[in-house]
């Protein structure tokens, strides 16, 4: 496995020498063992620690005023949007719960709609004739005077 020395990490990292240096003394940097006066440094944990720092400007440091001015324009830019996209995503979430609540009026009132339906067709059902196709020709012939004088058989 390859191993970085202090001043190779110091360049892949594009720090000082003193800056990883301080990593190391300060427990942010790990190395492997120490050989001499070098360090033994992994890439993985260099990459890690790369990762992990944050870099910072000095105060006196000099910030052209054309990137200050940029910046700020897509600042509020960006902020614009994203208010504009939390109000449309407001919308859209009203509407969604609009319409959960209209789904389930409609879900209960088919529900509704099916148990009257159940109770229309029993009652149908105590309705229908049931008797045999014979009786109900016997049921159909005249009597009487019309139906010259036969009687009803049962």
Not at 86 to 96: K, P, T
Not at 120 to 143: F, M
Request: charged share 35%; glycine share 6%; no cysteine.
């Amino acid at each position: 496995m390859t191993f970085y020395t202090l001043g190779q990490a110091a360049k892949q990292a594009d720090v000082a020498k003193s800056t990883i240096h301080k990593a190391l003394k300060s427990g942010d940097l790990s190395a492997h063992d120490r050989v001499g006066t070098s360090y033994r440094i992994d890439p993985a944990e260099l990459q890690r620690w790369m990762s992990t720092r944050r870099v910072e400007l000095p105060e006196n440091a000099p910030v052209k005023q054309s990137e200050t001015t940029a910046n700020a324009l897509d600042a509020i830019r960006l902020r614009a949007e994203l208010d504009g996209l939390q109000r449309l995503l407001g919308e859209v979430e009203r509407q969604r719960d609009d319409l959960r609540e209209d789904r389930d009026q409609w879900r209960d009132q088919f529900a509704e709609m099916q148990k009257r339906l159940a109770a229309e067709q029993a009652n149908v059902r105590l309705i229908e004739d049931r008797r045999s196709e014979a009786e109900k020709k016997a049921a159909e012939r005249p009597t009487g005077l019309f139906g010259w004088f036969g009687k009803r058989s049962a």
